[in-house]
């Protein structure tokens, strides 16, 4: 309405008056408002433009941001179910390790029940023996139950026997103190260098245990025999040696 009342009012101030300088006021009145301050239409177009490249640019990376955000969700997702299959199946072989650990403590106690009461009449009838047949009886024992958890109890009293019986046989060799030194003197021990071996054929046997002298100058021995010595019970034979020559014998306290 308004566009027509304005188009109305140029009309009749156009032709409504004949006069020529009415006409020029009029054309300078219309031309004045034709430059009112507004951009023009090329630059309203671009700017336009722009916004909307913009708008759809963003329009595009929200899009965007939508599927990556579904994507990392699904992903999401799968990763959870998978850990959760994991979970489930370490708590199965969690329950599967106890269950077994729980058997296995079970048996354990039956095997470890396994000879322990044969062992034990065993040790009994082995006291009112010799220790020859006491050690056939314990070999019999391990040939039954190689693997009984007391078999390393059989094994120590077989050891233990054999020991005595060693003792044994050392004591049936043994002498007093004064006849020891008697027979090395004799063979003149005392006076020159001998071999170790000469030492051991006069006592009979090879030392149950040798050891170095504290002298760094001088290759000296000691040489121990068990229970060789008798004097009011038995003593270990001590015989002490600087560079083969024998310089002192003695016993055991």
């Known amino acids: ?16 008056c004949g ?5 020029q006021s009029s054309e300078r009145t219309f031309s004045t408002s034709q430059k009112i301050d507004n951009i023009e239409l090329s630059e309203h177009n671009r700017l336009m433009a722009e916004q909307n490249s913009l708008l759809v640019e963003l329009e595009k990376k929200f899009e965007q941001l939508v599927t990556e955000s579904d994507l990392r969700a699904a992903e999401d997702a799968k990763i959870i179910n998978e850990l959760e299959a994991q979970i489930l199946t370490l708590n199965n072989s969690l329950d599967e ?3 077994e650990i729980s058997e296995s403590r079970n048996s354990l106690k039956e095997i470890k029940k ?35 958890p007391v078999s390393s109890r059989a094994r120590s009293r077989i050891k233990f026997h054999q020991t ?31 071999k170790e071996e000469e030492i051991f054929q006069l006592v009979g046997r090879r030392p149950d245990s040798t050891k170095r002298g504290s002298s760094s100058e001088y290759r000296q021995r000691i040489y121990v025999w068990r229970d060789s010595v008798i004097d009011g ?21």
């Open 97 to 99: 390790y106890i269950s």
């Open 233 to 253: 019970g038995y003593h270990d034979l001590i015989i002490e040696t600087t560079d083969g020559k024998v310089d002192r014998i003695s016993r055991s306290e």
């Open 19 to 23: 006069e020529e300088t009415p006409v």
């Open 1 to 16: 309405m308004k566009k027509f009342t304005l188009f109305f009012i140029l009309i009749f101030s156009f032709f409504g």
């Open 164 to 194: 005595e019986i060693k003792i044994l046989d050392n004591r049936k060799s043994s002498r007093p103190l004064n006849l020891w030194e008697a027979k090395v003197k004799g063979e003149g021990m005392f006076a020159r260098a001998v």
């Open 114 to 148: 396994i000879g322990s009461k044969e062992y034990q009449i065993i040790y009994e009838r082995s006291k009112n023996l010799d220790h020859e047949q006491a050690i056939l009886l314990y070999e019999e024992f391990l040939n039954e139950f190689p693997n009984s």
